[in-house]
């Protein structure tokens, strides 16, 4: 079993700072990539960030530049620097397998705001 377990999110004013935390637990499946996705009210669950194996990353154009994803032996990071309103949303970690099935955390709510 793959269980991801997020932690980190919060209120925080514009301009701010966050760092989200993921622990993965269970080494069952061999992880071809991990990431962050970010679900804002009333939209799809998209793609924030992204590492895979060998290190490549992936970013959303709207967070280029601010957020910076990192993964250790058990843990997956967000740094979220300069935040802006439009981060508002329910951050998802996930883990991609090597049988290319998804798993997710239950999501961690982070709302910028003044």
């Known amino acids: 079993q793959v269980q991801l377990v997020e932690s980190g999110g919060g209120l925080v004013q514009p301009g701010g700072s966050l760092t989200l935390s993921c622990t993965i637990s269970?080494?069952?499946?061999?992880?071809?990539?991990v990431g962050w996705y970010r679900q804002a009210p009333g939209n799809q669950r998209d793609l924030v960030a992204s590492i895979n194996r060998g290190g490549s990353t992936n970013y959303a154009d709207s967070v280029k530049g601010r957020f910076t994803i990192a993964r250790d032996m058990n843990n997956v990071y967000l740094q979220m620097n300069s935040l802006k309103p439009e981060d508002t949303g329910v951050y998802y970690c996930n883990v991609r397998t090597e049988y290319n099935v998804d798993y997710w955390g239950q999501g961690t709510q982070v709302t910028v705001s003044s």
């Open positions: 269970g080494s069952a499946f061999r992880f071809v990539a």
